[in-house]
């Protein structure tokens, strides 16, 4: 268009256009030229801005560039940070059914703990209740050795009493001849013989009741004895087990029972401890990588 212009300037302007045309025609082709001409000042103008705006567009891709990388790495950084948001709720749900199995185990525990207490506080209760048996029947042989101390002090007290009075005899009769005055003498012989004779039968009958009583001593020192044997022999050694019958079958039966209950029990225990500690070490390293985590988000957001 801007060479037809050209053109038709040139004809215009011309001396043979302009000696062919009329006043009219020139008058039209110059109006309609001048529209041209206008039309090409206005599209150079146009061209103009065009050329600033591509110019400006440039500078402005040229800024925008660096910020078209950072909205990259930035994009990068949020689908990094929704990866990191997703793990940490997984680990955080991960966390929370640890931390609740942890619990139950914990519970669990407890409760094996008081049954362990309870089995172990009635199998001690048992334990006592059989050894309260032989000791009962030591209580027993220890009354009757204090029965029988008794009994030998009395009898002691009674032999020394016998013999106190056998020395009285014994002095009297050796001292009743020399004594008599007054009379005649066989006066003093019969009633020397007879008070002889009245001290002899006593001596007899205190010799007697000595012999008597040395025996009862006898016996009670051999049943003391025999009871001290049997007392050495009950404590040193376990008390012979009792004739078995229902109830001492079963109570054995139940002791085993308890005992492997009991067992069973810290094997149990045991391995729940055991358990524990590894969730606890698991739930240790959770939290730590939370933190690790918790630590590049926040590093993320500061970006």
Do not use: F, H
Request: charged share 45%; glycine share 4%.
């Amino acid at each position: 268009m801007a060479v037809d212009l050209v053109l038709m300037d040139k004809a215009l302007n011309g001396r043979e256009g302009r000696e062919k045309m009329g006043e009219r025609e020139r008058t039209v082709w110059e109006r309609v030229l001048k529209g041209w001409r206008e039309e090409c000042r206005a599209q150079s103008e146009k061209d103009q801005r065009l050329k600033k705006e591509i110019e400006t567009l440039r500078s402005r891709v040229a800024e925008l560039e660096p910020l078209a990388k950072r909205a990259d790495e930035y994009a990068d950084a949020q689908d990094e940070l929704s990866t990191l948001r997703a793990r940490l709720a997984e680990s955080e749900d991960k966390r929370v059914e640890l931390e609740t199995e942890t619990n139950a185990l914990r519970e669990e525990k407890k409760r094996w703990e008081e049954e362990r207490e309870k089995v172990a506080e009635r199998e001690k209760r048992e334990r006592k209740e059989k050894d309260a048996k032989p000791s009962r029947r030591v209580a027993l042989l220890l009354e009757d050795l204090d029965k029988s101390n008794l009994a030998r002090a009395s009898l002691q007290s009674r032999l020394d009493s016998a013999l106190s009075e056998l020395s009285e005899a014994r002095s009297a009769l050796s001292t009743t001849p020399t004594k008599a005055k007054g009379g005649s003498e066989e006066r003093e012989r019969e009633v020397a013989e007879a008070d002889r004779l009245i001290l002899e039968g006593r001596l007899e009958g205190v010799e007697r009741e000595k012999r008597e009583l040395e025996e009862r001593l006898r016996a009670e020192m051999e049943r003391r004895k025999k009871a001290e044997e049997d007392v050495k022999m009950r404590v040193s050694t376990p008390a012979p087990t009792p004739t078995p019958s229902a109830t001492t079958a079963n109570g054995e039966k139940d002791g085993d029972k308890l005992r492997a209950e009991l067992r069973q029990n810290k094997l149990v225990i045991e391995r729940l401890a055991g358990k524990v500690k590894e969730l606890n070490k698991e739930v240790s390293d959770r939290r730590d990588e939370n933190a690790e985590l918790l630590s590049r988000l926040a590093a993320v957001d500061a970006v």
